[in-house]
């Protein structure tokens, strides 16, 4: 029998970028290569020569640009989008509890949170972020946008003390989260997490009762930690301790824990995150704008605590702005160390990605460019004035780069980003209803 020529193996799509970022192996630049994608998932990273032996349906030129994974927005609280720039310029407790609860609970129902949504996974998908951690009221909401964007999620199952209009006690905000999550079992874009919101808005009952949920359950807990100094003032007075010792006394430091803040934080405690294998979840514009303070990154890093960015709520930052983050995180943990290699850019990506996917429990699908993952892609480019001349596309995606800046993006290998625009999302139409919000929340406080 006469030997056969081998049969090219087959791929669904092959982009073509000057370099790739893959972020695992740390700091590594793959420069001339080709990404293939099959069935929604990485199937190689080979040198573009090598990549021609593959069979692709679909084949994308991205001379200038480069790939990253993308970006895992490790907290954020989507439907706040539509208080973007509401309530401006104050502290903390008084922004929270003179105006953003009140118009919450005036506003506060499905269509708010849904609609909020949707105008976040806008502007989130368009700069390159992919996954979202949310903590929010009528999380379904969030979930039906997110799905209907075509972006990951990791939903919230809220607690907090105090009645409002999505539930009345304990009890019921659990059970409409745990009944949530049941409803999208079979989601490929929904994961789940328990969101108590706070030390000071939830008792020790209902840490008890997330606490075996988590266990039972296996799911992350995500909650704001040590945000300001009133905080801890108030849990020195109520319970005889500061926050994260209570959370500790409660047995809630686990490698499940997301700490979101987590500004205010000494030494000891320090410690106790990093011998547990807790999560910080860093927002570094959002403790800027409320004067929270400048959390202790390098301190974290240098421990070897497990440290990803979030944006915070639109409301408090005013922008989900990744790539802002990375850069403010970089300059901040520099600044305040007073060491300028505390954060380097390598360290500041795997934040913004790997980091977040880690905390979510979900390292082992998205947060970097490796076969067999989910191929979540973000095309970045680099032939730009802000951008040029280019010696190092990594320092140059934290230092440099602007959202503006990502052309493409792919959730599961899908386009959800072609050029600039996105394609999974009706832009004037998210416009519009967006609008509508401002005229009632304008007319009604």
């Known amino acids: 029998m006469p030997n056969q020529a081998p049969q090219p193996r087959g791929a669904d799509l092959r982009i073509d970028a000057a370099w790739i970022v893959p972020v695992q192996p740390a700091g590594t630049v793959l420069a001339g290569h080709s990404l293939l994608v099959k069935d ?63 118009a919450e609970q005036r506003h506060g129902n499905h269509d708010f949170v849904r609609d909020g949504t949707l105008l976040a996974c806008l502007e989130m998908l368009s700069g390159g972020i992919t996954c979202f951690n949310d903590m929010y009221f009528f999380a379904e909401g969030a979930v039906e946008a997110a799905t209907q964007a075509g972006m990951r999620i990791a939903a919230g199952i809220i607690l907090v003390d105090f009645p409002t209009g999505y539930a009345a006690d304990t009890d019921g905000y659990l059970q409409k989260g745990l009944a949530m999550r049941d ?8 994961t789940f997490c328990l969101a108590p919101h706070a030390p000071y808005t ?33 849990s020195r007075e109520q319970y005889g301790v ?11 430091l686990t490698p499940s824990l997301i700490a979101v803040h987590g500004v205010h934080l000494n030494d000891m405690e320090i410690g106790w995150l990093a011998s547990h294998g807790c999560h910080v979840a860093h927002c570094p514009a959002s403790n800027l704008k409320l004067g929270s303070g400048f959390a202790p990154v390098a301190k974290l890093l240098a421990e070897g605590v497990h440290v990803g960015i979030g944006t915070d709520g639109a409301a408090s930052n005013n ?19 007073g060491n300028p290699a505390a954060l380097p850019a390598a360290k500041a990506l795997e934040m913004a990605t790997l980091a977040g996917a880690r905390a979510l429990g979900l390292e082992q699908e998205i947060g970097s460019l490796e076969p067999g993952k989910q191929a979540d892609i973000v ?8 951008s ?18 990502v052309s493409h993006v792919w959730v599961g290998g899908q386009p959800r980003v ?5 394609r999974s999302l009706d832009k004037l139409e998210t416009l519009r209803v967006a609008g509508k919000w401002k005229g009632v929340i304008s007319r009604n406080g």
């Open 183 to 190: 409803a999208h079992a079979d989601n490929p874009l929904a």
């Open 418 to 422: 072609e050029n600039g625009i996105c």
């Open 40 to 102: 929604g998932r990485i199937a190689a990273l080979l040198p573009s020569s090598e990549a021609d032996a593959w069979a692709c349906r679909e084949r994308v030129h991205l001379p200038g640009h480069v790939l990253i994974p993308g970006l895992v927005n490790l907290h954020t609280h989507a439907a706040m989008t539509l208080l973007r720039g509401y309530a401006d310029d104050l502290p903390l407790m008084d922004w929270l509890n003179h105006h953003i609860w009140p």
């Open 242 to 252: 500061r926050p994260l010792a209570r959370l500790k006394s409660l047995g809630m």
């Open 388 to 405: 040029l001349p280019c010696y190092d596309p990594l320092s140059d995606l934290v230092y440099s780069v602007g959202r503006e800046q």
């Open 202 to 234: 939830v008792g020790d009952r209902g840490l008890e009762k997330i606490m075996t949920y988590a266990e039972q359950l296996d799911l992350p807990i995500h909650i704001h930690l040590h945000e300001t100094e009133d905080e801890l003032k108030q």
């Open 319 to 337: 922008r989900l702005d990744l790539f802002g983050e990375m850069r403010l995180a970089a300059l901040l943990a520099k600044g305040v160390s």
């Open 379 to 386: 095309a970045i480019d680099l032939a730009h004035p802000g």
